[in-house]
């Protein structure tokens, strides 16, 4: 049979629906075992109101429509600059016909995008609930382990020389914060991508295995709340005070908008509330594992898209421990974690018949 001939509701068919299903098994399956190891969790610690599966099901898919809605804007200025076709509407709508708005890439986009708001409402319920699961207890020892590591002095202090400026500080903050968005752009970027299916899937497999296994595995695990809660926590005598007290003087003069979603997010943990957003969590740093991510896939795509990744990943490092989120050992983990994560889901799908007649097809 011809699937290239098919035409679905007026979208053209080169895969049958069964086909791109079976091509989400591993992903499904993930996001499944998440999902039912979350609920024996919540279950096992005789609170099933911890657990929810569509806490972000209400504004998900208003963030994704913006960003299809920004990629929408995108695309007639790169036909327009790049093709420059004789007639840009008929050009349009025949491409968007025909390459982008085929039923191959809206099923298969509508499936990540469908899953992906349970998965992230399942890690956020499991994040809520560390503290009840294991204490936190190891900030002490991620602090001693951070300043043996660097020469008998924490991070924040080398750094401090060099980043300690207001403009340096609110700059770093802004690209802290810019993670999100991107994470974003790249997750609907690749729901819809269908060029290259394996490095596509790569990607999925890794992000959902990174956010399950270092995201709340080795989050319960090492279960830690970063220096910038470190006195809150540990009662203890605190080496982070006097970078604590730069960012609040620099917060007067440059924003340092770190210092609060800091304060919300520690009155969510007092609270206990489930929320969009909500949990603390150190070890590993996920800002980190995001970027480290981003890294890798965007040196698949292109070398100039790898190296900006890069700058960006650097930057947020650099970030999170300047904002006194995160001790540097958090970084170094998440960044050993996410390689080996995506080294092991590029082999695996390599061994995979149907990844291996799709790839780059």
Known sequence: ???????????????????????????????????????????????????????????????????????????????????????????????????????????????????????????????????????????PVFAEWDRLLHGGRHPWVILQPLLGYPLVTTFLNAIYHLWFFLLYAIVCWQAFARVDRLLRMQFFLSFVLAWALLGSGLATVFASVGPCYYALATGLPDPYAPLLAYLNATNEVSPVWALTVQEILWEGYQSGAIEQGKGISAMPSMHIAAVVLNVLFGFRVSRLFGWLMLAFAVLTFLGSIHLAWHYAIDGYVSVIGTCLIWFAAGQFLKRDPQFRRAAKR
């Open 1 to 139: 049979m011809q699937t290239a001939a098919l035409r679905l509701g007026g979208f053209a068919v080169t895969q049958q629906p069964l086909e791109i299903l079976r091509e989400h098994r591993w992903f499904l399956a993930l996001v499944l075992v998440y999902a039912l190891a979350g609920l024996s969790l919540a279950w096992s610690q005789g609170q099933l109101q911890w657990m929810s599966l569509s806490l972000y099901a209400d504004r998900i898919f208003e963030r994704y429509a913006l960003w299809l809605m920004f990629f929408g804007f995108l695309y007639p200025l790169y036909v327009m600059v790049r093709v420059r076709p004789a007639r840009l509407t008929r050009y349009m709508i025949d491409d968007l016909r025909t390459t982008y708005l085929t039923f191959d890439r809206l099923f298969a986009a509508a499936i990540v995008l469908a899953v992906l708001p349970v998965f992230v409402s399942v890690f956020t319920s499991i994040n809520v609930m560390i503290p009840f699961v294991h204490p936190f207890d190891w900030d």
